[in-house]
């Protein structure tokens, strides 16, 4: 029986080669950029610095020089490493629960993770750490079940290792710490707990040797990289809750029919607590649980892992279904797998046939960034810098020029002393390295403020899809501030001047329309609907760009003597949802004229009255308006 796991572990193999070539992604980006730029002398704590921790970017470098530099090779890489993650997925159910329901729980897995909607494609921290984690599961299971304490030493340093990826996993060590000093005694944990602390002290000896000399920049960056992070999200539960909506109504469209089989095992498990095997498997779900909430920022690919253990608990359901007979039920399960495995393969239809079809949360960076990143890479030499504003660090690596600075993201309001240290960190590699392009994926970057401070003049080159401007160096002006000289105080205040800190990025650039370049606009959105036409937010933009175009042909008609061709023009505009705010105001004051000529006093009250209501602030229909006021 257990040769069926031979074509399970192919099947979840098929399952991603599609990624293979898949675009690159800002997550994926950020993780193998110094991986790929080592050819050009960047060097962690040196060069650069992220929110990961070492162990996760050397995985990656170690990868980069075994394979090779292309992302296809890593891709590969995260297609074999996943066929370790279903077979351990498979041992670790098989000897808890047998064969049957393990072998179920592989091939839901294999299915399953490797769904686009939870980030499939990242090859991201958690797609890593699972294996380490099921191991450290897998040989607690086998030191309590067994009487063995050795495999509890095993156990200590897997989930050591799965710290060490990623530090958020010290919440396992706690759980299963309290979970065998609770439930088993105090030598398996004794065992379980010196095993973790032997092995992260031995790998923070050897970082602290390994970067000998650097040792206090490197806990400067890593303090720092702590409490900017912090800074970064939006602790208020409203923004919590959308940014779980964002990322789990897709995942939830997608795997709906694992988390609904799991749940009926979670009523199934306060039953069984008495035997080990389920003991595990709750403290597993538990703490993994608390793992993704701790993150509180909910991305995609963070449930990975919950998806692991929802394919366990949806086996252990099926075979107690099975088991107790249940035919409906059990017909009803093959139904509801079978519309969610339809959906994965119809997601591999589309890519194959062509992936503009797909609706995907992450299209902007797919689509758009390696437009842009080809763009540059045409008008720069290899030997010249570039610089990104926001978080699409894969631009990189698609232009294949290197950052001017070391950190490769930006920083937000509220400011602090840490976000000084960035300060220095971005403006010193803009000074010293003069980036050749300037790209603001977020429009909260001053470039005349930037001009004060560095002394370098950049011109806005082009508006990309009316999302991204692009800035190119013209030369410098004057000379930079001294930076070094400057206390915490006036680095803050220059922060402040230098962008607002505002993180919607996800919107259109009204750069080109304020500027009456309908023409440049149009063009943009025609561009961006070649590469996405499924983008709702270009479609959008290009709406409002067709209601101004007849705003303006009604303004000059009313204007021109074509009053009443205007006021049905803006009236149909009045009634359209899409109309912005201020053309509403507009054509309420153009009706508002209009009537008043035509001496139908009341009416052009009431439409200077609802432009006021559109715009408070609006000069001219407050005095027509006074002026009415007198005349009645």
């Keep these: 029986m257990e040769l069926l796991l031979i074509p399970i572990l192919f099947i979840g193999f098929l399952m991603r080669i599609p990624y293979v070539n898949f675009p690159i992604d800002a997550d994926f980006g950020i993780l193998t950029y ?20 070492p162990a996760i970017i050397y995985l990656y470098i170690f990868v980069a020089r075994l394979f090779g530099e292309d992302v296809k090779y890593v ?93 958020v996993n010290v919440i396992y060590f706690a759980a299963f710490i309290f979970f065998l000093l609770l439930l088993h005694g105090q030598q398996d944990a004794l065992y379980f707990f010196s095993s973790f602390t032997v092995i992260v002290i031995i790998c923070t000896l050897l970082l602290t040797w390994f970067y000998r000399g650097q040792n206090r920049q490197l806990w400067r960056q890593h303090n720092t990289r702590l409490k900017t992070c912090f800074d970064y999200i939006d602790n208020s539960l409203s923004a919590l809750w959308d940014r779980f909506k964002l990322d789990f109504i897709p995942i939830w469209k997608d795997t709906w029919s694992v988390f609904l089989l799991s749940s009926i095992v979670l009523l199934y498990i306060p039953f069984e607590l008495s035997a080990v095997s389920y003991q595990l498997l709750a403290v597993w779900l538990l703490s993994t649980t608390f793992v993704f909430i ?34 409906p039920l059990i017909s009803g399960v093959i139904f509801i797998l079978a519309v969610n495995i339809y959906r994965k393969l119809h997601f591999l239809y589309l890519y194959k046939k062509d992936k503009r079809l797909l609706h995907l949360q992450k299209a902007d960076q797919l689509f758009y960034i390696p437009e842009i990143a080809r763009y540059i890479k045409e008008r720069t030499l290899p030997d010249d810098y570039i610089y990104e504003w926001g978080p699409y660090v894969h631009l990189y690596r698609l232009a294949d020029r290197p950052s001017c600075e070391g950190f490769l993201f930006h920083f937000v309001k509220p400011y602090s002393q840490w976000h000084t240290y960035l300060f220095d960190e971005i403006l010193k590699g803009i000074i010293l390295k003069k980036p050749v392009y300037i790209v603001l994926v977020r429009t909260d970057f001053n470039i005349d403020i930037l ?54 990025y996800e919107k259109v650039d009204d750069f080109y329309i304020k500027r009456g370049m309908y023409e440049e606009a149009m063009n943009e959105y025609r ?29 000059a008609s009313a204007e021109n003597g074509g009053r009443e061709y ?24 153009h009706l508002g004229k209009i009537y008043m000529d035509n001496n139908r006093l009341n009416d052009a009250t009431d439409y200077f009255k609802r432009c006021l209501m559109f715009i408070p602030q609006h000069k001219k229909a407050a005095e027509y308006l006074s002026q009415l006021r007198v005349i009645n």
Excluded at 34 to 53: C, E, H, N, S, V
Excluded at 528 to 555: C, R, W
């Design 451 to 504: 001009r004060q401070i560095t002394g370098l003049d950049y011109d806005m080159e082009r508006l990309f899809f009316n999302r991204y401007r692009v800035y190119r160096l013209k030369g410098k002006v004057s000379e930079p501030l001294n930076i070094d000289d400057m206390q915490s105080e006036e680095k803050i205040r220059w922060l402040e001047l230098l962008t607002d800190g505002s993180q919607d």
């Design 527 to 555: 561009e961006a609907f070649k590469l996405n036409p499924t983008d709702l937010l270009m479609k959008h933009g290009m709406e409002v760009l067709k209601i101004i175009t007849q705003y303006n042909l009604y303004s």
């Design 294 to 327: 701790s993150q509180r920022v909910f991305r995609m690919y963070q449930y990975i892992p919950l998806i692991q253990i929802a394919s366990i608990l949806s086996a252990v359901a099926i075979y107690k279904i099975f088991e107790f007979g249940m035919m």
């Design 34 to 53: 110094p991986a790929y730029f080592r050819k050009r002398g960047i060097r962690l704590i040196k060069d650069f610095w992220g929110f990961y921790t």
């Design 75 to 167: 891709r590969y890489f995260s297609c074999f490493y996943n066929i370790f993650t279903i077979l351990l997925t498979f041992m670790v159910t098989d000897y808890l629960f047998g064969t049957t329901p393990a072998l179920v729980a592989a091939l839901i897995y294999a299915i399953f993770s490797a769904s686009p909607y939870i980030g499939g494609y990242s090859c991201h921290t958690e797609e890593i750490y699972v294996i380490p984690v099921t191991l450290g599961v897998f040989t607690i299971a086998h030191g309590l079940l067994d009487g063995n304490p050795t495999y509890l030493l095993y156990a200590g340093g897997f989930i050591a290792v799965a710290f060490m990826i990623k530090i």
């Design 566 to 589: 205007a006021k049905e023009g803006f009236h149909n505009i009045l009634k359209n949802e899409d109309a912005p705010v201020d053309l509403k105001a507009g054509c309420c004051f």
